[in-house]
């Protein structure tokens, strides 16, 4: 008795709205719509939602920036809105912090910089909720979330059990995670545990541009606060905010291709950019590949590619995603047919 009492009282402050647009829930800023929607702001909440919809199809939506919708949602959209972070556990070296799902990540970001909370710094800027960095394993300039994850709460769809995920269950690779394979569409994550660093930073400016910005702000012994805002000024100049220009950030992955096949390659193409990432491994900047075919600025109607980024697919203005989808299908045959590599999408095409 208690319980239903619990979740009707959790239901009766939700409102469910049908066929409700999904403009302003995607960063590529493509109107779709969504079946039915509802917007949860508790677990209580959530627990409630998905035992009162059981039978009901359901699309689990967080900030809605890795995705691409070519159609509307013929299904109940959740949109998971958990608010809150806070520190669980600390040492003299380590501090773990949690951070629900909801949260947007750059302002996560922020504050444990603000904090002097080491190791998210080099993803500052990175769009969308703290929620799905674990699905993608998202990264940038030389960290990924596999560097500092600790845990993440889940809950089962179908038995609305909480789980939690460990470091190892995650299967982290490349882009990957247990959530884009085996456990795919099982489990919502409610709430991402980091283990960051208190002292002796690990700060990391292996990758060039951000040395040559700090270069240019004659910063000798960077701060994280430094290498953020180094970041931040990096992505600033090469991406475009999606406020004001539908994106999705990097729409391709990096192609990882065996050094034997890459030898090949390289000898027809010898000024291929690579990095080696094993011994039998190498990857291939995807954004140099599609500069190289000649799409960087490139433009098909409202769809396009953006001037400063080749990686970036962008909506200016009124592009639907089966347009977008079409640009990026084309751009993957004419790197196959050119160079013989195919690229992968990193966004999540709906």
Known sequence: MNHEFNLKKALSFMEIQNDFSLKNYNTFGIEAKAKRFIAVHTIAELTAV?????????????????????????????????????IISENEDHVWVESQAGENWHEFVLWTIDQDFGGLENMSLIPGNVGTTPVQNIGAYGTEIKD??????????????????????????????IFKNEVKNQYIITSVVFKLTKRNHKINTSYGDILAELEKNKIKEPSLKDVSNAVIAIRQSKLPDPKELGNSGSFFKNPILLKTDFEKIHHQFPEMKYYEVSETEVKVPAGWLIEQAGF???????????????????????????????????????????????????????
């Open 50 to 86: 998905l035992e009162q919809n059981k039978s009901d199809k359901k699309f689990i939506l967080g900030g809605g920036s890795n995705m691409l919708l070519t159609k509307d949602i013929d299904a109940m959209v959740i949109h998971i809105d958990l608010k809150g972070k806070k």
């Open 148 to 177: 500092t994850f600790d845990s993440c709460n889940a809950i089962g769809i179908e038995n609305l059990k909480s789980r939690k995920f460990t470091k190892e269950d995650c299967r982290f690779g490349y882009r990957e995670s």
């Open 296 to 350: 960087k600025g490139k433009r098909f109607g409202d769809a396009g590619i953006h001037k400063n980024q080749a990686l970036v697919l962008v909506n200016y203005g009124h592009a639907t995603g089966q347009e977008i989808l079409e640009v990026s299908k084309n751009i993957q045959k004419t790197i196959f047919d050119t160079f013989g590599i195919h690229i992968e999408a990193e966004v999540n095409v709906i």
